[in-house]
């Protein structure tokens, strides 16, 4: 992956991360980090040398994509939090 995709991904793992955050708090964020890195390492293990595998990226975005997703489709938001329509 060049710099690029690196920046971009970075800013879109930002972003579903404080949708999950907004949903559900810390608690709900540190379980979607969890499921997503089982997930990874479990279908994309990596020993850590060179760049991430591409694949491994995908594979922990798709998790918390998933997880923001259904936290923002049961919605309990926080205050300072806005729901999106």
């Known amino acids: 992956m060049g710099p690029l995709d690196l ?3 970075r800013r879109l793992r930002a972003a ?3 949708e999950l955050v907004c949903c559900g708090g810390e608690p709900l964020l ?3 980090r969890t499921e997503a890195s089982w997930y990874a390492d479990l279908h994309h ?3 850590r040398t060179g760049s ?3 694949a491994r990226v995908n594979a922990w975005m798709s998790i ?3 997880r923001a997703r259904i936290a923002r489709r049961d ?3 926080l205050d300072g939090c806005r729901p999106r329509d």
């Open 7 to 9: 920046l971009w991904m």
């Open 16 to 18: 579903f991360e404080v």
């Open 30 to 32: 540190e379980d979607a």
């Open 45 to 47: 293990p990596w020993d």
């Open 52 to 54: 991430e595998p591409a």
């Open 64 to 66: 918390l994509a998933v």
């Open 75 to 77: 919605r309990k938001p």
